[in-house]
C-alpha cells in the first residue's frame, strides 16, 4: 500500500551537497523528520540510527535526517554525534510542509516517511525513534 508517489526534490546535507530524492532511490529512503539539532531526544534518535546504519542497509534502507536549521547547525550536529548519513536542511520548509512534517510552531515534528524505489510513499504511520522498533514494524507489514 502506498500514499501516492513522492515529488522529487533536492536539498543541501551537512556538507552543502546536493541530495536529490529520485537519484538516491536505489532501495528505500527513510525520512528522518527531527525538531532540533543537539536536542537531548533528537541526539539519541539520530546517534541510534547511526549506530545501527548496517541494520538499516541489511534490509535495503537508506535513513536520510531533515529538518528547517541551517547546514551548519546540521555539519556541527554531525561532527557532534558522528553522523554519517545525509542530514538535510529545509529552511523554506518545502519539502517539511508537502510531507505534513511541522507542527502548529510550523517547527518539524518527529516522523518518518519511508519512500520505496517506485517513487512511492510506503503506509508508514509510525514514529518510533530506535532502530529495532522500525525495522520490527516494517517486517510485520512485509515491507522489509
Known amino acids: 500500500m502506498s500514499y501516492?508517489?513522492?515529488?522529487?526534490?533536492?536539498?543541501?546535507?551537512?556538507?552543502?551537497?546536493?541530495?536529490e530524492l529520485y537519484k538516491n532511490l536505489d532501495g528505500y529512503i527513510l525520512l528522518i523528520f527531527y525538531p532540533k539539532d543537539?536536542?537531548?531526544?533528537?541526539?539519541?534518535?539520530?546517534?541510534?540510527?547511526?549506530l545501527n546504519i548496517n541494520k538499516f542497509k541489511e534490509?535495503?534502507?537508506?535513513?536520510?535526517?531533515?529538518?528547517?536549521?541551517?547546514?551548519?547547525?546540521?555539519?556541527?550536529?554531525?561532527?557532534?554525534?558522528?553522523?554519517?548519513?545525509?542530514?538535510?536542511?529545509d529552511p523554506d520548509k518545502i519539502v517539511s510542509e508537502k510531507l505534513n512534517a511541522l507542527n502548529f510552531l510550523s517547527v518539524n515534528k518527529r516522523k518518518l516517511v519511508l519512500i520505496n524505489s517506485k517513487k512511492e510513499i510506503v503506509n508508514f504511520t509510525?514514529?518510533?525513534?530506535k532502530t529495532d522498533k522500525i525495522i520490527e514494524e516494517l517486517r510485520i507489514l512485509h515491507i522489509v
Open 4 to 19: 501516492g508517489k513522492a515529488e522529487n526534490f533536492i536539498l543541501k546535507d551537512q556538507d552543502g551537497n546536493d541530495f
Open 38 to 50: 543537539n536536542s537531548l531526544v533528537c541526539s539519541k534518535q539520530l546517534s541510534n540510527y547511526q
Open 59 to 89: 534490509n535495503g534502507i537508506q535513513p536520510v535526517g531533515i529538518n528547517i536549521e541551517t547546514i551548519g547547525s546540521h555539519r556541527l550536529f554531525c561532527g557532534n554525534k558522528n553522523i554519517n548519513f545525509p542530514i538535510l536542511s
Open 126 to 129: 509510525f514514529n518510533y525513534t
